[in-house]
């Protein structure tokens, strides 16, 4: 459920070796990060290999211009979501593509932050946003939903057959604002029945939800195909069923 905890980036040696890395070649990272798989394709692509790095996060995108900037005009950056990504690619000269890589999930700065709301092991704010200067936080759709649609949203984008029971919870419970009440009740509700803690698909489904993941991955996989040249590659790296 969602992405683990990593040092370095996941799948690092199969993402370079799936792209068939070519000095002098363009390349997109679309969910930029932490920087760790651009960093690498920059390296394999040198001296002349171009990348253009994109996350929704605007500060994802500040802390990698730090990262990466021992690569000078070679890496491009912007901050922006990748259901945009014909667009944003085409505004920076990114016409097309050797390679383009979608890394789905959260990094794990966005997990350690609290401030985020993304995770239950420390207290924190229902947010959850990928961009938190627009759109509805996770606390507005816990406390606002009606308890129906809430289930549905618990059980599609979760997958939790605790869901009926969960926002039947929540909603008794409410305002619910913090990221520990919600593990909390979820906990007390249902109980420790798996491995996982029993508030992990309700936080992923939350956060599914928050930020349109699903539709946004629908809209950026014909574009990301689109933008290839011929023998190009795209790499996707999923955490869940539903991606």
Do not use: C, W
């Not at 799948?11 to 679309?30: K, M, S």
């Not at 949203?153 to 919600?182: K, M, N």
């Not at 803690?197 to 992923?204: D, I």
């Not at 939800?209 to 996707?236: C, S």
Request: proline letters at 5%.
């Amino acid at each position: 459920m969602g992405r683990p905890l990593e040092l370095s980036p996941v799948l690092l040696g199969q993402v370079l070796g799936g792209f068939q890395v070519d000095p002098g070649g363009r390349y997109i990272d679309a969910t930029l990060g932490a920087g760790g798989h651009a960093a690498a394709i920059l390296r394999a692509s040198a001296p002349t290999g171009q990348l253009l790095g994109i996350d929704a996060d605007p500060e994802a995108v500040f802390f990698s211009q730090r990262t990466l900037q021992p690569f000078g005009e070679r890496a491009t950056f912007q901050s922006g979501n990748f259901r945009d990504l014909r667009r944003i690619a085409s505004a920076l000269g990114f016409e097309s593509a050797d390679g383009v890589l979608l890394d789905l999930g959260l990094s794990s700065r966005q997990l350690a932050e609290a401030k985020r709301g993304f995770s239950f092991s420390e207290d924190g704010p229902l947010d959850m946003r990928f961009n938190q200067s627009y759109g509805q936080r996770s606390a507005d759709l816990v406390n606002h939903l009606p308890e129906t649609e809430l289930a549905q949203l618990l059980r599609e984008y979760g997958e939790d057959r605790y869901a009926r029971r969960i926002a039947r919870a929540i909603v008794a419970a409410r305002p619910v604002t913090t990221t520990s009440q919600l593990a909390d009740l979820i906990a007390h509700t249902v109980g420790h029945r798996e491995k996982i803690h029993p508030a992990t698909r309700t936080f992923q489904a939350l956060r599914i939800a928050v930020n349109d993941e699903l539709g946004a991955l629908t809209q950026a996989l014909p574009q990301a195909r689109d933008l290839l040249t011929p023998g190009g590659r795209l790499a996707v790296i999923s955490f869940h069923s539903l991606e």
